[in-house]
């Protein structure tokens, strides 16, 4: 994909990146990008709708999101080959990751038309450069099972990767992912807590497994979180 192919007058989707919760963090090029598009997918309508109210814009919306993305994937797909052009957008960071996305995405190489990604901001990114854990070699695993046995087989799979250890992780379980981390990885590996992002509440909290849980079960348990947690052996 080239400038020239985004510019044309052809159908394309474009992968637009939005704040993970200082609306400041909007690229140029994404507010352009957005302000361009016949429509926008996204997760939740209610929030984009408060993003491109943000920036002035009136573009029509629709809801893409994990329980119609089976069937609205090739719906927008032939909305692309129309000719129209598509933004698909998550509710946070980089759609397709962890996010809905990815059947519109396969379906879009399927029939060999343009995908275009504007890039931003990503938690699981932001969350390792600032945690003082390895940055040369990670491994992002999403979100983990919910229940603790499938917790726990995760962590066991990779318990020995020689590097750090991205998660992401739901306020309502992220309490019972850290005792199951003590109880797998053990209770001395090097953990970040980075809860809030950009937003008004930020923190990295950042030391033992064991010692984090015990503060974190002090302190409110309200936001969005990412763990980084350090190779077994890594001493910051």
Known sequence: ???????SSAGLLYLIATPIGNLADLSLRAKETL??????????????????????????????REENERRKAPELADRIERGEKIGLVSDAGFPAISDPGFRLVRECRRRKLPVVPVPGPNAAITALAVSGLPTDKFLYLGFLP?????RCKVLEQWKGFAG?????????RVEKALADME????????????????KIHETFNIGKISDLKT???EKSGKGEFVLVVGPEGYVL
Do not use: Q, W
């Open 164 to 172: 750090s250890l991205i998660i992401y992780e739901s306020k309502y």
């Open 35 to 64: 302000e361009a598009c016949d429509l926008i997918a996204c997760e939740d309508t209610r929030v984009t709708a408060k993003l491109l109210a943000h920036i002035g814009a009136k573009v029509p919306t629709t809801s893409y």
């Open 215 to 217: 503060s974190f079960a």
């Open 1 to 7: 994909m080239n400038k020239g192919d985004e510019s």
């Open 183 to 198: 109880k797998v990885l053990g209770p001395d590996r090097n953990l970040c807590i980075a809860r809030e992002i950009t």
């Open 146 to 150: 919910n229940k603790s046995a499938g």
